[in-house]
């Protein structure tokens, strides 16, 4: 378990998540993505589901072409988790 859910100050909800400053607010209450660098592996390590909203995002991480490296290992980590569809709609 790493630390990237862990609230950073207190009082963040949903309703006031500090976005900018707060892993946890970034990965868990942004619109459409975190705006956060891996953030699919945080999810992963953490045992915890990709929220449905951000599957869109997942596909687009899964077909980046900047970092090759960073997207074979995305594809290793979700073999086995439930999301194995999302690699052959690629």
Request: net charge negative; glycine share 8%; proline share 4%.
């Amino acid at each position: 378990m790493t630390s990237e859910f862990k609230h950073y100050g207190s009082g963040h909800s949903k309703h006031r998540a500090d976005l900018d400053n707060c892993s946890a607010c970034a990965l868990m209450f942004a619109e459409h993505a975190p705006n956060y660098a891996g953030w699919p592996l945080a999810f992963l390590d953490n045992g915890r589901t990709i929220p449905e909203r951000y599957l869109p995002a997942l596909k687009q991480e899964l077909a980046r072409t900047d970092n090759e490296a960073y997207v074979s290992n995305l594809r290793q980590r979700l073999k086995g988790t439930g999301y194995e569809y999302l690699l052959g709609e690629l």
